[in-house]
């Protein structure tokens, strides 16, 4: 995510001043948040649905007939039991729906959204058993309040807290150790409850109550939303502990080299890599007795609420960047971006207040995860989420997949040699941070991770139009088509664009298990989509194929017309891995 430069920062705190006073001004009236979910009329008929960043990968709409809202489990058991009576198809969507694919979408117009907004209790904390039980809508940030309350922890999470449990877990999200039970939060599953179509004899609903030990466990752990609406999570935690972060800057000449041992040595290790810059950024984060002095605080800065303004000014700039072919403007950018968010710790605190120094030690629920921008939601035209779609600001697309342990040093070094051949391909993809390193592992859930692995995580420039190649377009294609194809990367299912998904299922050895599973619990397929069918590969589709698709990772270029012909972009073997196809510039060599 891309970061402020210190004038938008005081411009934007000079409006907010503004604004205090003068509370007529128009652009300081502040708007509630309009959902993901719009329906045109009051009683939850006729909607359209998105994601919280407003757009799929595929910029297509989706419709759905109605929304239900149920606030508990009986409920829930009632819409499931009469959409299915009346064949409806269904799927659940969240608070915020932050996955970029379009797994939201119920494969008819007149569908049913099953929203899990209001699913949102903590059914019972044991704490001598050291496990929670939450309902489905819980979100993350809630999950770690409520959990500490009790003393306890839930070790491995992803960063942002704004996540459901059903979510996160219907995607296989994660955070980032190789030690353990593993990174990813379905691995810390004992008990799950499972709402699921029925027969007349069950009255159209099963409830399946899945316990550690149930094979089936294995398929809802990850399970893409398709089988049902998972009701209740019951997770294994641990007791509350504290943490100490330290980052170390170094250069990244032997980061291939490095990658696997540091993963080992830290219980939290994660690594921030600035391909461009030769840097890489290693967090060292470990356990550390509770009686160790301190009270640090993680409020990651690009997660923070951000003046609006900032985000346009920031936005326009990059624009403009992309118009001119500027790299050397984006590499200055990057460098800044980098040096602002190093120099400030990435927004740790010693104290909550104040950075003074590393390592920063404090309690594990106040440095797992961050989100603060979530709060602004309230009066977007002043701050918000730098992604909300609301406002003029980040637009990107995100590639995240996963690399076997032994194969990531192949894979860092291959991104080093198209560094090598284009220096400042990369800056752009600096400007967002980068791409953040994760430590993944083998999970026994059927469409969990298959090894343990490096997960990249990848974010770049997005046009507004679908036609307008980005700045060193080649480069990112050959980055994403070198992971999922010559490295067979496991794509994360809650990010990427459409070509990660082209055949991968065959990248998992329980997708037979899954589908079956899957048959079993939805036989009439009312939880399927069109999507999600594509993506378990039981319909053609994934890929769409027309002009300028490679651009928006549609498809893979075969024909120039895939690419921009008229604007130099042509469809050309990789630099590097020469079975690749990209979109490459070639009227000038200035970039590609
Ligand atoms: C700022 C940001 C940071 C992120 N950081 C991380 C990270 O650190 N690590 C990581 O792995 N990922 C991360 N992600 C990605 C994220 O994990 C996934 O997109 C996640 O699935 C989204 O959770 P959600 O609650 O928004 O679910 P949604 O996107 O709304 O839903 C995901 C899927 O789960 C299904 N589903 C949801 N609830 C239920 C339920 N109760 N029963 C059945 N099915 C259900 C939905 O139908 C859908 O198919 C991040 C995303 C953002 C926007
Ligand atoms: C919701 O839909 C209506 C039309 O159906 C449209 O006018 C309005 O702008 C939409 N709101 C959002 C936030 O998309
Ligand atoms: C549904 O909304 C669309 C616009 O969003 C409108 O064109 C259509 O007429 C509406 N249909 C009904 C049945 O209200
Ligand atoms: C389900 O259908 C029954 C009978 O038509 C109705 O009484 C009940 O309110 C419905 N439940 C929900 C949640 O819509
Ligand atoms: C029943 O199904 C029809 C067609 O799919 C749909 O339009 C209608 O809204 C559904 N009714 C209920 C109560 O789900
Ligand atoms: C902290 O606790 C450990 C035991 O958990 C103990 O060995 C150690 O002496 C304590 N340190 C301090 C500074 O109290
Ligand atoms: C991943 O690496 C392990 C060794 O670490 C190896 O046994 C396995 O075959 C590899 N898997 C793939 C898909 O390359």
């Known amino acids: 995510m891309s970061l402020l430069f210190t004038k938008s920062v005081k411009l934007g705190l000079l409006l907010r001043l503004i604004c205090l006073f003068i509370s007529s001004f128009s652009v300081c009236i502040s708007t509630p948040p309009e959902d993901h979910i719009n329906c045109s009329s009051s009683s939850n008929t006729n909607c359209t649905i998105t994601n919280s960043y407003g757009i799929f990968p595929d910029r297509s709409m989706c419709r759905a007939g109605t929304v239900a809202y149920p606030s508990n489990e009986e409920e829930l058991i009632s819409v499931v039991a009469n959409a299915t009576k009346n064949k409806t198809k269904m799927k659940v969507a969240t608070r915020y729906s932050h996955s970029i694919p379009k797994l939201v979408c119920p494969s008819e117009e007149d569908g049913l959204i099953i929203s899990t907004k209001h699913l949102s209790r903590v059914v019972e904390i044991d704490a001598e058993a050291k496990t929670m039980t939450l309902e489905g809508g819980v979100t993350l940030k809630q999950l770690i309040s409520e959990a500490a309350k009790a003393g306890l922890a839930l070790p491995y999470t992803p960063y942002w807290w704004g996540l459901t449990i059903g979510g996160l877990l219907g995607t296989g999200a994660h955070g980032s150790t190789l030690w353990s039970k593993g990174s990813s939060v379905h691995d810390y599953v004992v008990g799950l409850t499972i709402v699921s179509p029925g027969g007349p004899k069950d009255g159209y609903v099963k409830v399946r109550r899945l316990n550690d030990g149930d094979k089936d466990l294995n398929a809802a752990k990850v399970s893409l939303g398709v089988l049902g609406v998972i009701s209740q999570v019951t997770l294994n935690l641990q007791p509350m502990f504290k943490r100490a972060i330290t980052y170390l800057s170094k250069s990244d000449?032997?980061?291939?080299?490095?990658?696997?041992?540091?993963?080992?040595?830290?219980?939290?290790?994660?690594?921030?890599?600035?391909?461009?810059?030769?840097?890489?950024?290693?967090?060292?984060?470990?356990?550390?007795?509770?009686?160790?002095?301190?009270?640090?605080?993680?409020?990651?800065?690009?997660?923070?609420?951000?003046?609006?303004?900032?985000?346009?000014?920031?936005?326009?700039?990059?624009?403009?960047?992309?118009?001119?072919?500027?790299?050397?403007?984006?590499?200055?950018?990057?460098?800044?971006?980098?040096?602002?968010?190093?120099?400030?710790?990435?927004?740790?605190?010693?104290?909550?207040?104040?950075?003074?120094?590393?390592?920063?030690?404090?309690?594990?629920?106040?440095?797992?995860?961050?989100?603060?921008?979530?709060?602004?939601?309230?009066?977007?035209?002043?701050?918000?989420?730098?992604?909300?779609?609301?406002?003029?600001?980040?637009?990107?697309?995100?590639?995240?997949?996963?690399?076997?342990?032994?194969?990531?040093?192949?894979?860092?070094?291959?991104?080093?040699?198209?560094?090598?051949?284009?220096?400042?391909?990369?800056?752009?993809?600096?400007?967002?941070?980068?791409?953040?390193?994760?430590?993944?592992?083998?999970?026994?859930?059927?469409?969990?991770?298959?090894?343990?692995?490096?997960?990249?995580?990848?974010?770049?420039?997005?046009?507004?139009?679908?036609?307008?190649?980005?700045?060193?377009?080649?480069?990112?294609?050959?980055?994403?088509?070198?992971?999922?194809?010559?490295?067979?990367?496991?794509?994360?299912?809650?990010?990427?664009?459409?070509?990660?998904?082209?055949?991968?299922?065959?990248?998992?050895?329980?997708?037979?298990?899954?589908?079956?599973?899957?048959?079993?619990?939805?036989?009439?397929?009312?939880?399927?989509?069109?999507?999600?069918?594509?993506?378990?590969?039981?319909?053609?589709?994934?890929?769409?194929?027309?002009?300028?698709?490679?651009?928006?990772?549609?498809?893979?270029?075969?024909?120039?017309?895939?690419?921009?012909?008229?604007?130099?972009?042509?469809?050309?073997?990789?630099?590097?891995?020469?079975?690749?196809?990209?979109?490459?510039?070639?009227?000038?060599?200035?970039?590609?």
């Open 253 to 592: 000449s032997d980061l291939g080299d490095q990658v696997v041992r540091f993963g080992k040595e830290h219980e939290f290790a994660d690594i921030i890599w600035y391909p461009s810059q030769h840097k890489a950024v290693y967090r060292m984060v470990d356990r550390v007795s509770t009686n160790t002095s301190g009270n640090g605080l993680y409020d990651f800065i690009p997660f923070r609420a951000t003046p609006s303004l900032a985000l346009a000014v920031i936005r326009a700039t990059e624009e403009n960047q992309e118009s001119q072919s500027d790299a050397d403007g984006k590499c200055t950018s990057a460098k800044l971006v980098t040096s602002t968010l190093i120099t400030n710790a990435y927004g740790l605190t010693n104290n909550g207040l104040f950075f003074t120094g590393y390592p920063v030690i404090g309690y594990q629920r106040r440095l797992q995860s961050s989100g603060t921008c979530l709060h602004s939601l309230e009066d977007s035209r002043i701050t918000a989420c730098p992604w909300d779609p609301k406002i003029k600001g980040e637009f990107f697309h995100q590639t995240t997949f996963s690399i076997n342990l032994s194969l990531a040093k192949n894979f860092i070094q291959d991104v080093q040699k198209l560094v090598e051949i284009e220096p400042k391909a990369l800056c752009g993809v600096e400007i967002y941070n980068g791409i953040l390193m994760r430590y993944v592992t083998t999970s026994s859930a059927y469409l969990g991770k298959q090894e343990d692995a490096v997960d990249f995580d990848i974010t770049y420039y997005r046009s507004k139009d679908p036609m307008t190649p980005r700045l060193y377009e080649g480069i990112l294609e050959e980055i994403e088509q070198l992971a999922l194809v010559k490295y067979k990367a496991l794509p994360h299912w809650g990010k990427n664009r459409n070509i990660a998904f082209d055949g991968v299922m065959n990248k998992y050895k329980g997708s037979e298990e899954f589908l079956r599973v899957k048959n079993v619990y939805d036989p009439m397929r009312l939880f399927s989509s069109e999507w999600t069918d594509q993506v378990l590969g039981l319909k053609d589709g994934v890929t769409i194929v027309k002009e300028g698709c490679a651009l928006e990772g549609l498809c893979i270029c075969s024909k120039d017309i895939h690419c921009a012909p008229s604007k130099g972009y042509f469809c050309r073997p990789g630099k590097v891995f020469n079975d690749a196809r990209i979109c490459t510039l070639v009227t000038t060599n200035k970039a590609s």
